[in-house]
Every structure is written in C-alpha cells, then in structure tokens.
Antibody
Framework: EVQLLESGGDLVQPGGSLRLSCAASGFTFASYAMTWVRQAPGQGLEWVSGISKNDITYYADSVKGQFTISRDNSKNTLYLQMNSLRAEDTAVYYCTRGLAGMDVWGQGTTVIVSS | DVVMTQSPLSLPVTLGQPASISCKSS???????????LIWFQQRPGQSPRRLLYKVSNRDSGVPDRFSGSGSGTDFTLKISRVEAEDVGVYYCMQGAHWPRTFGQGTKVEIK
C-alpha cells in the first residue's frame, strides 16, 4: 500500500526551528518528486515547497530563505527544515507525492508556533 | 503568481441533486506538452485532502463516476451529478502548470 507518514510537528517558540519528516512506503520513492502543503487552522490549502527527483527545489515566496526541503532516497524520507518560525507558520503540514500530480497525501503533522 | 478563483465559496445542496463548482485561473494552465494541469481535491471534515481529478477531467481510482471535470485554458468546472451525504466537505482546485503552485480558496459543500 502506498503511504506517506509525516512526523516532527511540535509546539515551538517564535524564532525556533523544527524539522519535519515524511516517510514513504509502498512505492519507489527515488522515482518521484515530492511536495509540502500546509493548512493553517480553519483555512485553505497553501503550497509550501517541492523537490524533484533530481533534487531541484521550489519554494513559496512566504517561506523562501526560511524553509529548506530535502530528501534522502536511501531512507525513503522527505524533509522540511523550518527556521525562524513565526506565528503565521502555525499549520498542519502535509507531504504529498508529485509536483503537479499530488496523488497521495499523508495524514499531516501539526506545527504550533507560540510563546 | 497565478490566482485561482473558486465560486461559490459555500454550496448548500439537496441530497440527490447536482452541484457545480467553478474555478478560474488568472493565466492559462496549458503546459508546453499540451496538457492542462488543473487538479480537484476533496477534503472531508477532519481528513487529509484527497485527489479526485487530474489534468482537468481524469478521475482517480476509486472516485465515483458522479464526479466529473471539464474546462480548458482558464475556466474549469467540477460537477457532482447527484450529491450524496459522503460528498460533504471542502473542494479545492489547484494549478500545476506554473510556479509557485496555487490553490483556490475552497468551496464548502454541505447538505441543505
């Protein structure tokens, strides 16, 4: 079964850092691009970042220079390093497969930025 | 950035009746390969988003055939032929032709 499992969400103080992980299973992870999407409480979906299977990266302007997407194909895992966190980064973060397809989604991991 | 505009934002529907959601993009979504990269997602209450349709009208596996997509260029439509109780949720369109990817605001479908 194709699955994505996010982890790493937590309560963090403003200015802090967090690294999210997304463990993939049931498919050949190295053959797929991957994407992070977030959803603030009670709000819609916001595209955050994507990475191609050749490690080309893409970022929303709102997180450029603040977040870094990466992948470890040997561990079938996608990452999102988030630095200088702000209250507006509070959201459920989803990983999803593909850059323009997004056919498989994880259950999400919650990041709360608050003092 | 490409702006995706959905309407209506709220859609009360009677069970068994049809429903239609519009999604308009500020730029054409036709890619250099001739495909239109417009996706529809469904998000049921408390769940992750689920892809329903890709490249405008291609239904994902397991998606009931009462869901259909149409459109081209900048104007797209999601139709539900006969709404069922399990269709309650928020529907989003998203464009995959330009960077950054952008979503519509979402349309909340509820039963009257």
């Amino acid at each position: 079964e194709v699955q994505l499992l996010e982890s790493g969400g937590d309560l963090v103080q403003p200015g802090g850092s967090l690294r999210l992980s997304c463990a993939a299973s049931g498919f050949t992870f190295a053959s797929y691009a991957m994407t992070w999407v977030r959803q603030a409480p009670g709000q819609g979906l916001e595209w955050v970042s994507g990475i191609s299977k050749n490690d080309i990266t893409y970022y929303a302007d709102s997180v450029k220079g603040q977040f870094t997407i990466s992948r470890d194909n040997s561990k079938n895992t996608l990452y999102l390093q988030m630095n200088s966190l702000r209250a507006e980064d509070t959201a459920v973060y989803y990983c999803t497969r593909g850059l323009a397809g997004m056919d498989v989604w994880g259950q999400g991991t919650t990041v709360i930025v608050s003092s | 950035d490409v702006v995706m505009t959905q309407s209506p934002l709220s859609l009360p529907v009677t069970l068994g009746q049809p429903a239609s959601i519009s999604c308009k993009s500020s730029e054409s979504l036709v890619d250099s390969d001739g495909n239109s990269y417009l996706i529809w997602f469904q998000q049921r209450p408390g769940q992750s988003p689920r892809r329903l349709l890709y490249k405008v009208s291609n239904r994902d596996s397991g998606v009931p055939d009462r869901f259909s997509g149409s459109g081209s260029g900048t104007d797209f439509t999601l139709k539900i032929s006969r709404v069922e109780a399990e269709d309650v949720g928020v529907y989003y369109c998203m464009q995959g032709a330009h960077w950054p990817r952008t979503f519509g605001q979402g349309t909340k479908v509820e039963i009257k």
